[in-house]
Nanobody, 122 residues
Framework: QVQLVESGGGLVQAGGSLRLSCAAS????????MGWYRQAPGKQRELVAT???????NYADSVKGRFTISRDNAKNTVFLQMNSLKPEDTAVYYC????????????????WGQGTQVTVSS
């Protein structure tokens, strides 16, 4: 089994910064793309940023220039550095990862973390 655990959320004032971390653990053979999504109250979950195992990144337009996604492949960990935070960034942030496990090494399965709350006050 594979688990993803996020950390680093919290309450911050507008203009401030937070750094989220997400560590994947368990029976991991390899990890492909990892990413961050968020869901605000009453809204659908939306993509924030993704990163491939080779380091290629993709960002939502709303966070370009403010957020930076990175990863440590050796530790199966993905990070999200969030700067210049705005009240509209308030949401539960979820990480996900496409993982090949030792139990099923021929296919990738997408796993999700439990989410971490980010609240930006104005």
């Amino acid at each position: 089994q594979v688990q993803l655990v996020e950390s680093g959320g919290g309450l911050v004032q507008a203009g401030g910064s937070l750094r989220l971390s997400c560590a994947a653990s368990g029976s991991i053979f390899s990890t492909n793309a990892m990413g961050w999504y968020r869901q605000a109250p009453g809204k659908q979950r939306e993509l924030v940023a993704t990163i491939t195992s080779g380091g290629s990144t993709n960002y939502a337009d709303s966070v370009k220039g403010r957020f930076t996604i990175s990863r440590d492949n050796a530790k199966n960990t993905v990070f999200l550095q969030m700067n210049s935070l705005k009240p509209e960034d308030t949401a539960v942030y979820y990480c996900n990862a496409d993982v090949r496990s030792y139990m099923y090494p021929r296919s990738f399965t997408t796993y999700w973390g439990q989410g971490t709350q980010v609240t930006v006050s104005s």
